[in-house]
C-alpha cells in the first residue's frame, strides 16, 4: 500500500465547475498537509497547506482534512482552463519528511 | 520566488560517467532536499541536509551522494551513472515564505538523460 494516495485521474470537468481531489494517506502521525500544483515542464508549487481538521479556504480553493478518516480533498471552485494541470498531494508523517502522492491530472474544457 | 537556481538545467550524459548537480539557495535556509520525479511515482526523496555537513539518506538513496560545504549550495552527485538515473531532479528548501515552517519550495529542476 501506497502511504500517499491520490485518485488517479486523469480528471476532465467543465469551465466554471468544482473540481475535487481527493487524497488519502497511511501515517496516522502526520500532521501537516500540503497541495502543489504542477504544469507540464514545469516544478510544483504550493497551493495551500493545511494542519487541522475542517475547511481552510484562500480564494477558489478549499482544502479539507480529516485525520480521522486519514483524507485531505481539494476543490477548486468556478474551474478555469488555467487550472488545467498535475495536483500533488503531500504529506509530512511522522518521521518529518514529505510523502508525495503520484498526483493527478486536471483538464479544465472550456 | 524561493530564491532557489539548479545547474545545469538538461544535461545528457552517457552510462558510467559521474554527474553532479548544484542547487544553490540565497535565503539562508537550513534544510534543503533533493528530489527526482518519474511518471507513475510521484516525487521521491533521495538525500536531504539539515545543516552544512550534516546529510542524510531518503528513500531512493542508491547510487547517489550529496555534499553540503556552504549554506548556500547543495551538490548532488551520481558516481556512476546508469539509465535508471534518467529523470528529472528537483531540489528544494524548507520553511520561511509564508506557507509555514513546515512546506517546502521547489527550484526549477534539472532534466537528466542518461544514454
Known amino acids: 500500500q501506497k502511504e500517499v494516495e491520490q485518485n488517479s485521474g486523469p480528471l476532465s470537468v467543465p469551465e466554471g465547475a468544482i473540481a475535487s481531489l481527493n487524497c488519502t494517506y497511511s501515517d496516522r502521525g502526520s500532521q501537516s498537509f500540503f497541495w502543489y500544483r504542477q504544469y507540464s515542464g514545469k516544478s510544483p508549487e504550493l497551493i495551500m497547506s493545511?494542519?487541522?481538521?475542517g475547511d481552510k479556504e484562500d480564494g477558489r480553493f478549499t482544502a479539507q482534512l480529516n485525520k480521522a478518516s486519514q483524507y485531505v480533498s481539494l476543490l477548486i471552485r468556478d474551474s478555469q482552463p488555467s487550472d488545467s494541470a498535475t495536483y500533488l498531494c503531500a504529506v509530512m508523517g511522522s518521521a518529518r519528511q514529505l510523502t508525495f502522492g503520484s498526483g493527478t491530472q486536471l483538464t479544465v474544457l472550456p | 520566488d524561493a530564491g532557489i537556481t539548479q545547474s545545469p538545467r538538461h544535461k545528457v550524459t552517457e552510462t558510467g560517467t559521474p554527474v553532479t548537480l548544484r542547487c544553490h539557495q540565497t535565503?539562508?535556509?537550513?534544510?534543503m532536499y533533493w528530489y527526482r520525479q518519474d511518471p507513475g511515482h510521484g516525487l521521491r526523496l533521495i538525500h536531504y541536509?539539515?545543516?552544512?555537513?550534516?546529510?542524510d539518506k531518503g528513500e531512493v538513496s542508491d547510487g547517489y551522494s550529496v555534499s553540503r560545504s556552504k549554506t548556500e549550495d547543495f551538490l548532488l552527485t551520481l558516481e556512476s551513472a546508469t539509465s535508471s538515473q534518467t529523470s528529472v531532479y528537483f531540489c528544494a528548501i524548507r520553511g520561511g515564505l509564508a506557507g509555514g515552517t513546515d512546506t517546502q519550495y521547489f527550484g526549477p529542476g534539472t532534466r537528466l538523460t542518461v544514454l
Open positions: 535565503e539562508n535556509h537550513r534544510y
Open positions: 493545511i494542519y487541522s481538521n
Open positions: 541536509s539539515y545543516g552544512v555537513k550534516d546529510t
